[in-house]
């Protein structure tokens, strides 16, 4: 069958895969692409697929389809597979994937990937943690060309597969050598620092191309004078307890250098703010030092480190106010423990140089203001417009606890926010805006034994 397809050079395809090893390995779950994973781009769905989502159900396997693909599209080619789906997925953001492995009800540690390109499919997968299997991109016979992030892909994992002292990581299995140098014909690392690299570059590429040619207007102009009105204020003590003590005191510089590059800003109606537009690059030139950055739901140092809290701060105050968020990112809402009175979404908002960015619009008739500063280890922050407005804000979490899933622990809540008319107090609006399930990053003897439900 695959002699009439386009050849890619790597991975053969998804029938060559061994999911009788993967069952053992302990993988229960199974999330695939379509379009030129399963089937050439456009095509109907084969019973030889067919087949195969069958026998992988038999043996055990939840399955799911993760596609950029309309609803019209997949369930067409689903018509006689038993699988749920997510259309328009918008890889690789990895919202999708967080939802598709909540829907199958398994662990991430339980579920991989599959798919065919390296700058969706597998950074999709590698964002949200967990494994990936690249296959070889299917195409029809009568394609004689491929497009230039093909041809990156071919490119890269030539020279991936040439080396000897590579790595290859499905899960919590690692296979080193001369032995891997057969394996890796079948499976690759999700781990691969080469391809994290290069999607991140072209991540970054794609990003100011997109920028350049969207008709967004982007805020610039700062102003050493404020606005009268305060519409939310919030501040935090920047050191955590418990953790690097040197790596903390370098996020406070890096969050006191980045807030000054904010301070002031005004967004007239219509603009955009754009976190990274308004910051720019970190580099250890501009002063940046290395803090704490999460990667691979690991806390590890990294340039720049802490700039996170930098942009929870900013969503605070937008989420207490009429503006239009317009992107965020989240990542885990436990990285250290809770002390004194809980505050939801102190923490989880996520952000990397450029794509990964924090992005609202000023909706309103008038001026806004943000305002960021630090004072003695604290981040001070204000939004401020030119008139009060109508409405107040305000954040409620419901059903907060703590669950075990396998060897680690979850966070779980759902977090809203409520539109309040002040004249009468009446609440227009209850809007759900984070529906999380965060790993828990630090000791679990710190969790309150009361919020550990079953």
């Given at each position: 069958?695959?002699?009439?397809?386009?050849?890619?050079?790597?991975?053969?395809?998804?029938?060559?895969?061994?999911?009788?090893?993967?069952?053992?390995?302990?993988?229960r779950g199974?999330?695939?692409?379509?379009?030129?994973?399963?089937v050439?781009h456009?095509?109907?769905?084969?019973?030889?697929?067919?087949?195969?989502?069958?026998?992988?159900?038999?043996?055990?396997?939840?399955?799911?389809?993760l596609?950029?693909?309309?609803?019209?599209?997949?369930?067409?080619?689903?018509?006689n597979?038993?699988?749920?789906?997510?259309?328009?997925?918008?890889?690789p953001?990895?919202?999708?994937?967080?939802?598709?492995?909540?829907?199958?009800?398994?662990?991430?540690?339980?579920?991989?990937?599959?798919?065919?390109?390296?700058?969706?499919?597998?950074?999709?997968?590698?964002?949200?943690?967990?494994?990936?299997?690249?296959?070889?991109?299917?195409?029809?016979?009568?394609?004689?060309?491929?497009?230039?992030?093909?041809?990156?892909?071919?490119?890269?994992?030539?020279?991936?597969?040439?080396?000897?002292?590579?790595?290859?990581?499905?899960?919590?299995?690692e296979?080193?050598?001369?032995?891997?140098?057969?394996?890796?014909?079948k499976?690759?690392?999700?781990?691969?620092?080469?391809?994290?690299?290069?999607?991140?570059?072209?991540?970054?590429?794609?990003?100011?191309?997109?920028?350049?040619?969207?008709?967004?207007k982007?805020?610039?102009?700062?102003?050493?004078?404020?606005?009268?009105?305060?519409?939310?204020?919030?501040?935090?003590?920047?050191?955590k307890?418990?953790?690097?003590?040197?790596?903390?005191?370098?996020?406070?510089?890096?969050?006191?250098?980045?807030?000054?590059k904010?301070?002031?800003?005004i967004?007239?109606?219509?603009?955009?703010?754009?976190?990274?537009?308004?910051?720019?690059?970190?580099?250890?030139?501009?002063?940046?030092?290395?803090?704490?950055?999460?990667?691979?739901?690991?806390?590890?140092?990294?340039?720049?480190?802490?700039?996170?809290?930098?942009?929870?701060?900013?969503?605070?105050?937008?989420?207490?106010?009429?503006?239009?968020?317009?992107?965020?990112?989240t990542?885990?809402?436990?990285l250290?423990?809770?002390?004194?009175?809980?505050?939801p979404?102190?923490?989880?908002?996520?952000?990397?140089?450029?794509?990964?960015?924090?992005?609202?619009?000023?909706?309103?008739?008038?001026?806004?203001?943000l305002?960021l500063w630090?004072?003695?280890?604290?981040?001070?922050?204000?939004?401020?417009s030119?008139?009060?407005?109508?409405?107040?804000?305000?954040?409620?979490?419901?059903?907060?606890?703590?669950?075990?899933?396998?060897?680690?622990?979850?966070?779980?809540?759902?977090?809203?926010q409520?539109?309040?008319?002040?004249?009468?107090?009446?609440?227009?609006?209850?809007?759900?805006?984070?529906?999380n399930?965060s790993?828990?990053?630090y000791?679990?003897?710190?969790?309150?034994?009361?919020?550990?439900?079953?």
């Amino acid at each position: 069958m695959l002699k009439k397809y386009y050849p890619y050079e790597y991975v053969e395809s998804v029938f060559t895969i061994d999911y009788e090893k993967l069952y053992k390995l302990g993988y229960r779950g199974i999330i695939f692409d379509v379009d030129n994973t399963l089937v050439p781009h456009g095509a109907d769905s084969t019973p030889e697929v067919d087949n195969l989502f069958k026998k992988i159900q038999d043996m055990g396997f939840k399955t799911y389809i993760l596609s950029d693909n309309g609803k019209k599209r997949l369930n067409k080619f689903l018509e006689n597979i038993d699988c749920q789906y997510i259309d328009n997925a918008n890889k690789p953001k990895p919202d999708n994937y967080y939802k598709a492995i909540e829907n199958m009800g398994l662990e991430k540690s339980k579920v991989v990937y599959i798919g065919d390109q390296v700058f969706t499919d597998i950074l999709g997968a590698n964002r949200c943690g967990i494994a990936s299997i690249l296959v070889k991109f299917i195409g029809y016979y009568t394609e004689t060309k491929i497009g230039i992030k093909r041809n990156i892909e071919k490119i890269i994992l030539k020279r991936y597969m040439k080396s000897k002292k590579y790595k290859h990581r499905l899960g919590n299995i690692e296979i080193e050598g001369e032995k891997m140098e057969k394996k890796s014909k079948k499976l690759l690392s999700q781990r691969s620092q080469l391809l994290f690299k290069i999607a991140v570059r072209k991540g970054i590429i794609q990003r100011d191309v997109k920028d350049v040619l969207s008709k967004e207007k982007f805020a610039k102009k700062k102003s050493t004078e404020k606005l009268p009105t305060v519409v939310s204020s919030y501040n935090s003590y920047l050191i955590k307890k418990g953790t690097e003590l040197d790596l903390q005191e370098n996020k406070v510089v890096n969050v006191e250098i980045a807030s000054g590059k904010i301070n002031g800003l005004i967004i007239h109606p219509g603009e955009v703010f754009s976190y990274w537009k308004t910051i720019g690059t970190v580099t250890k030139r501009k002063g940046y030092k290395e803090g704490r950055v999460l990667r691979n739901n690991k806390v590890q140092p990294g340039m720049g480190g802490g700039l996170c809290n930098l942009a929870n701060t900013i969503n605070l105050l937008i989420l207490n106010s009429p503006l239009e968020i317009t992107e965020f990112h989240t990542h885990s809402d436990a990285l250290a423990p809770d002390y004194g009175e809980r505050i939801p979404l102190k923490d989880g908002t996520c952000v990397g140089y450029n794509y990964i960015d924090y992005r609202f619009k000023n909706n309103t008739d008038q001026d806004i203001q943000l305002n960021l500063w630090v004072q003695d280890k604290t981040l001070y922050g204000e939004l401020r417009s030119e008139s009060e407005f109508p409405w107040r804000y305000e954040i409620t979490e419901e059903n907060h606890h703590f669950q075990k899933e396998g060897d680690d622990y979850y966070r779980v809540s759902k977090i809203y926010q409520n539109k309040i008319e002040k004249a009468s107090g009446k609440t227009l609006e209850k809007k759900l805006i984070w529906d999380n399930h965060s790993k828990v990053m630090y000791d679990h003897d710190l969790i309150p034994k009361e919020l550990i439900k079953n």
